[in-house]
């Protein structure tokens, strides 16, 4: 069974742009949740999908957004890029969000504004 | 961002000691969840706790979810060098509160063989 997937592994921007990251669950999960993991903030809640819906979102201005298709894989952008948004950016994916199932996270991307 | 309060932050111990961390916060918790996160990798389930006063063994592994909801503890017992890891344990509250997590600082594990 296949993992969560996170593409692309390691990218590089510059300040002021944008990017665009993508995340694959498990075949049939259908809640994505996103965070950013940073050495001074830890793992921080973005925000979760289920069903091409946002049903929560954590505490991030509005440049961190996210979508998810109908196929469950899900992509988050972050516009105007500053340097604090260098992080490692996780996607975990579950049945249906409840913790019931677990969340199985992926590899992520390592974000990295210059 | 909310965070739990967790430690040690760092152990350093040899191989065959048993290691102990832990996890509080102010507020309840319905579930504590306890992950391992490797270099590069993203964090792994290790154990997951969905009762108060629930004790829950994973191999060498055992954990507790305190009675009182705001704390829970891993034991890890005759450590081995692939023990090394940052372990990170992980609240989450009302069923309401879909997809999030709130995680400890990590604890950052080193076993010397």
């Known amino acids: 069974k296949a993992g969560v997937t996170q593409t692309p592994r390691y990218l590089i921007k510059t300040r002021g742009q944008q990017v665009t990251l993508s995340c694959s669950p498990i075949?049939?999960?259908?809640?994505v949740s996103w965070y950013q993991q940073t050495p001074g903030q830890g793992l921080q809640f973005l925000f979760e999908?289920?069903?091409?819906?946002?049903?929560n979102k954590g505490n991030f201005p509005g440049r961190f957004s996210g979508r998810q298709f109908s196929n469950s894989r899900s992509e988050m952008n972050v516009s105007t890029l500053e340097l604090g948004d260098s992080a490692l950016y996780l996607c975990?994916?579950?049945?249906?969000?409840?913790?019931?199932?677990?969340?199985?996270f992926g590899s992520g991307t390592r974000l990295t504004v210059v | 961002g909310q965070q739990l309060n967790q430690s040690p932050q760092s152990m350093f111990i040899q191989e065959g000691e048993d290691v102990s961390m832990n996890c509080t916060s102010s507020?309840?918790?319905?579930?504590w969840l306890w992950y391992k996160q490797e270099p590069g990798e993203g964090p792994v389930l290790l154990i997951a706790?969905?009762?108060?006063?629930e004790l829950t063994s994973n191999g060498r592994l055992t954990a507790q979810f305190g009675i009182t909801r705001k704390d829970s503890f891993l034991n890890i017992s005759a450590s081995i060098p692939s023990d090394v890891g940052i372990y990170f344990c992980?609240?989450?509250?009302?069923?309401?509160?879909?997809?999030?997590?709130?995680f400890g600082q990590g604890t950052t594990l080193q076993v010397k063989p």
């Open positions: 975990a994916s579950s049945l249906v969000g409840g913790v019931a199932n677990g969340y199985t």
């Open positions: 075949s049939g999960h259908r809640s």
């Open positions: 999908y289920f069903s091409e819906t946002q049903r």
């Open positions: 507020s309840i918790f319905n579930t």
């Open positions: 706790l969905y009762k108060a006063g």
């Open positions: 992980a609240g989450h509250g009302s069923s309401g509160n879909t997809g999030k997590l709130i």
